[in-house]
């Protein structure tokens, strides 16, 4: 089970991940694509291709927990992240429970229209 902390940091990997990873093979992606340890106490979430899965990796009281959902019906959504090419998104707690219930917090990039 997650529990609330407000002193963990929560990162959200934006690239697809293959669910069949376990805690080894996330616990490489942290620390080679996000350049994050997983020891330090943040939580990390991931996300496959089609978005109907999620993992959540974190360490906790001397080991690595691996917390994870899959949808039956629809999507998680597609976070936006607040500077292009990066491959994490920082989360806090109310965004993480909107992200795993599948409520979208975020607004929509609005398209420039022609003319304006």
């Not at 959200?12 to 669910?19: A, G, I, K, V």
């Not at 899965?53 to 607040?82: N, P, T």
């Not at 219930?101 to 003319?115: F, N, T, V, Y």
Request: proline content about 3%; glycine content about 6%.
């Amino acid at each position: 089970m997650l529990l609330q902390d407000p002193n963990v940091r929560i990162w959200l990997y934006s690239e697809p991940t293959d669910m069949r990873k376990q805690f080894d093979g996330l616990m490489v992606l942290a620390k080679n694509k996000m350049k994050c340890q997983v020891v330090e106490g943040h939580l990390f979430v991931f996300v496959n291709r089609k978005r109907t899965q999620m993992k959540a990796l974190y360490y906790s009281r001397g080991g690595l927990c691996l917390w994870s959902k899959r949808l039956e019906k629809g999507c998680f959504q597609r976070v936006i992240s607040d500077s292009p090419g990066d491959l994490s998104s920082s989360l806090n707690w109310a965004q993480l429970q909107c992200f795993i219930e599948g409520i979208h917090w975020q607004k929509a990039p609005k398209s420039k229209r022609l003319g304006d």
